[in-house]
């Protein structure tokens, strides 16, 4: 094989180096933060590993059961018998993936301290709760862009925070705002029992996923991007489409 094919194939980016524009240096130097080490956080998780971004630090307290197996790419049984942190599993195998260092935090979003979120270029949410993706986009705002994402059954959205747009908070109806406060007790304790359990496919999973990504991408290269939208899609008649979330007066994340 001549010495030119060899060289190039040994390059494990090499075909998307050859994406008009790319920058491999600039997707290497990104810090991420992939808040929820489930569903999403697992897809997202593979495909910055594929991409080669330098770090990325998976937050989660929860342990893997069973019922995560249908859609998370990185656990087994053997994880869900031994009732493995979902964040160290998801760190070490996906480890094996590539050379990105991943470091996994095993705790709540809302008790890393403020601190914590300093350390990051970007921010994946992976989440499946509005208080903890409320908690992690006041964090994020006017520090570092927000990939949020959302799936229930065949639907699923991904929202796109970065720079002055709106944020998730802008997008909360009085209905919302009813509903989390009705999931906390009066000692600020989630209500298990109002958090029926979600349907989960793996295929919108890896849809959603896959936007959530390819947003950091387009951002990461200059390119305009979906900031102060959401992408929503209808796995069911096949159809996706993108809305504005106009900037809201009364938000109280932002003036
Ligand atoms: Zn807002």
Partial sequence: MPAAIKKVD???????????????AAVGGTRALVAGA?????????????????????????RIVAANLNRCVFFNDGHAKGGE?????????????????????????????????NAFTHAFGCLDNLGARLSLNAHCYGKMPLFDGGTAGFFGKAQVVAGGSSCI????????????????????????FLDP????LPTTTSLVAAVQVNEFI?????????????WSFNGLDGISRVFR???????????
């Fill in 10 to 24: 040994e390059d494990r980016f090499d075909r998307q180096k050859r994406v008009d524009g790319w920058d491999q």
């Fill in 38 to 62: 489930g569903a999403l956080g697992n897809e997202v998780v593979k495909l910055l590993v594929q991409l080669g971004v330098g770090e990325i630090a998976v937050v989660d307290y929860d």
């Fill in 85 to 117: 942190y979902k964040a160290e599993a998801l760190a070490r195998e996906a480890a094996k993936l590539g050379p990105s260092k991943i470091i996994p935090v095993v705790g709540k979003l809302e008790d890393v301290g403020e601190g914590f979120f």
């Fill in 169 to 192: 908070e802008c997008g909360m109806s009085r209905q919302d705002y009813k509903l989390l406060w009705k999931k906390y007790s009066c000692v600020g304790e989630l209500l298990d």
């Fill in 197 to 200: 359990k979600m349907p989960a």
């Fill in 218 to 230: 387009k951002l990461v290269h200059g390119r305009e991007g979906l900031a102060g939208k959401y």
């Fill in 245 to 255: 979330v106009p900037k809201r007066k009364s938000c109280p994340v932002h003036p």
